[in-house]
């Protein structure tokens, strides 16, 4: 997974991921054109979704911005401050970063790194998924021009945060660019498992799913119901 574990001298773990993204934004240059806020929801919403999923709480979150403070740097950092609340971590999750004042900048270019932390590597839900459980798709793959805020297709953050409260639920990963496929093989595979696929899924298995847009399910067969009925969002099998 996209995931660094660090394990500190006190038992607990660290948990880091990133993200990048380049050549999207309102700059000249840029080949897919939203405002910069846009940029910073989604550049942050993608590590910190990886962080949550592991089961770890994040606890710092640093922005490197390839591009000036004002106007540009201000509105990505918009952006990433509203993810964070959307989150439920305003109160206990510490921002920081840097920008680039010695250049003119003509592309929009960010990264985004969180680091997270649990009391033990027990309390990592990586690796949890259990024989014979399903594999469900969360949300729908979309990338580039197709991704917007508030899309209802898509997940997001308060979606990963009710999914975490699910007692059935053994395991979650957010999918990135490689796609359904992939990440679902990989979700097994972490687990000692084996990924088997349905014959004719019902959503693209191989699509980029750009800035997490979709997550992946691990649970029971029964309960599959109760699983569309907590998120609201598009769900599909993919596989056990």
Not at 117 to 139: D, H, W, Y
Request: aromatic letters at 2%; a negative charge.
């Amino acid at each position: 997974r996209d995931l660094t574990l660090a394990k500190m001298a006190d038992g607990s773990m660290l948990v880091i991921a990133c993200d990048s993204s380049g050549a999207i934004g309102p700059k000249d240059r840029d080949v897919v054109k939203v405002p910069g806020y846009i940029v910073g929801r989604f550049t942050a919403r993608v590590p910190l979704m990886e962080v949550m999923a592991a089961g770890a709480t994040p606890m710092v979150l640093i922005n490197t911005l390839s591009v000036e403070m004002y106007p540009s740097g201000a509105e990505i950092l918009r952006g990433i401050r509203d993810e964070v609340l959307e989150a439920g971590l305003e109160s206990e999750l510490v921002i920081t970063g840097s920008t680039e004042e010695n250049m003119i900048t003509v592309q929009t270019a960010l990264g985004v790194t969180v680091i997270g932390s649990v009391p033990g590597q027990e309390k990592l839900k990586v690796g949890s998924s259990k024989p014979g459980q399903l594999v469900a798709c969360v949300g729908l793959p979309k990338v580039g021009h197709e991704v917007r805020l508030g899309d209802p297709e898509i997940a997001d953050l308060v979606v990963l945060r009710r999914l975490l409260e699910l007692d059935y639920v053994s395991e979650i990963l957010p999918v990135g660019s490689r796609g359904v496929r992939y990440e679902a093989s990989l979700l097994a595979r972490t687990a000692g498992l084996v990924f088997e696929p349905i014959a004719i899924p019902t959503v693209n298995v191989e699509k980029s799913a750009g800035p997490a847009t979709c997550l992946l399910v691990s649970l029971p067969v029964e309960k599959i119901d109760k699983l569309r009925e907590a998120t609201g969002k598009p769900v599909h099998l993919v596989g056990r």
